[in-house]
Each structure stands twice: as C-alpha cells, then as structure tokens.
C-alpha cells in the first residue's frame, strides 16, 4: 500500500492496553480539531473532533483531550485492538473554510 | 451512501508531462478540498472548491490548479510535472456548513512521476 512517512514515531501497545497518541498543533487561532486514521492504501478516515470551546470529548472507545494553553492534542484509544493499527493524524482547521493543517502522524502498532 | 471516488488510482507520468485527476464528491457534497501526500511533507492542503469557485488555495506553485463542475465533481490538474510531484493526491468533501462538519476523504491517486 501507500507509505504515508518513512521515519514516523511509532507507538506499540499490547493488544487490550489503552493507547495515547500526542500531538502539538501550531495555530493559536485554530477552533476546530481532528483526528484522522490512515490505513495502508486508504484516505484518511475521521476518528474524532472537538472544538476550541471545549476539552473533553468521548466517542466510541476514543476520547481527544485538547489543551490549548500548551497547544496540545492528544487520542486516546481504550482497549486497542489490532483493527487500530495504523498511522494516526491530528488537524486543525483555523479559517473560515475548509483548510486542515495536518502533524506529521504517528504510526500505532498493536501486538497481538 | 456512495463515498468520495477517485480516478485514476494509479499514475505513472514522465518529467514535463502534464496530469489531470478526477474526484467525485459524496452526494449532496458541495465542498471538495484536494490534499498532496508525501513522506518528506506530509499531508499538504492544495486548493478547496466549494459552488465552482475556489474558496481557499494552499502555498503551491501555479503549476497545480483545478475547478470544479456545477455536479461538483472536481478535477486537479498539474503542469509540467517534476520529480518532486511524485505523491499521493487525497480529494475530501463535506457537505455545506461551518467548521464541524467532518470532510470525507477518497482513497486518492498515487502518481509517480520518472
């Protein structure tokens, strides 16, 4: 499939350990975030969102914690499964349109 | 619901050849935003269409343009191709609305330029 970066951090975890996945966005400004999983030869699939006026937000076996005052993002996975295996993006959207900057990924890697 | 279609999957072009790509949108998407994927760069904003107009162009050369159709299906279209150019072309939609409403990306077409 599509390599999506040859020299991403990568984060291992047992099958059934939770996972947290970091990243720092660089916009101040930015009021809506993103989290995308990119399988091998797929798009991005959106995980999960949050905006700016809050930082909290649970979905399903995920929850994204933001920390604007550091200008954090972070995924969390409870209970990964090896179906979760693959490269995850963070994005954040500051303008009006559409435009997501995207962090350089993070490979996650279950072991069974 | 069909989702976001790309043609082709598979690219293979030669320096200074020139490429078009297609995207066709979910239905009832209105908004289609092409993205350039690469492992040095990762994933790079190009332009975003929204009603045939571009609303929103990222810091690429003039070389890579596009336009969209009144069914809102989009075609990217790049110009004297350099090495550089060898990348995965994402296209997402999202239906009309402000910030929020999640884009849904396409499987994207790998170009490979020699």
């Known amino acids: 499939g599509e390599s999506v970066g040859l020299h991403l951090p990568t984060l291992s975890v047992q099958e059934g350990d939770n996972s947290i996945i970091n990243c720092a966005y660089s916009?101040?400004?930015?009021?809506?975030f993103i989290w995308y999983k990119q399988e091998s030869g797929k798009g991005p699939q959106f995980i999960i969102d949050?905006?700016?006026?809050?930082d909290k937000r649970q979905g399903q076996r995920v929850t994204v914690l933001l920390n604007k005052t550091v200008k954090h993002l972070s995924l969390q996975i409870a209970a990964t499964q090896p179906g979760d295996s693959a490269v995850y993006f963070c994005?954040?959207?500051?303008?009006?349109?559409?435009?997501?900057?995207f962090g350089g990924g993070t490979r996650l890697m279950v072991k069974p | 619901k069909a989702g976001v279609t790309q043609t082709p999957r598979y690219l293979i072009k030669t320096r200074g050849q020139q490429v078009t790509l297609s995207c066709s949108p979910i239905?009832?998407?209105?908004?289609v935003s092409w993205y350039q994927q690469t492992p040095g760069q990762g994933l790079q904003f190009l332009f975003e269409?929204?009603?045939?107009?571009?609303?929103n162009k990222g810091n690429f050369p003039g070389r890579f343009s596009g336009r969209q159709f009144s069914n809102s299906r989009s075609e990217m279209n790049v110009s004297t191709l350099e090495l550089g150019d060898s990348a995965l072309y994402l296209c997402?939609?999202?239906?009309?609305?402000?910030?929020?409403?999640?884009?849904?990306f396409g499987p994207g077409t790998r170009l490979t330029v020699l």
């Open positions: 997402a939609s999202r239906y009309p609305g402000p910030p929020g409403n999640e884009q849904f």
């Open positions: 916009n101040s400004a930015s009021d809506y």
């Open positions: 949050i905006r700016s006026n809050m």
């Open positions: 994005a954040e959207n500051n303008n009006a349109g559409n435009m997501l900057t």
């Open positions: 239905s009832g998407h209105r908004s």
């Open positions: 269409y929204f009603s045939e107009t571009q609303r």
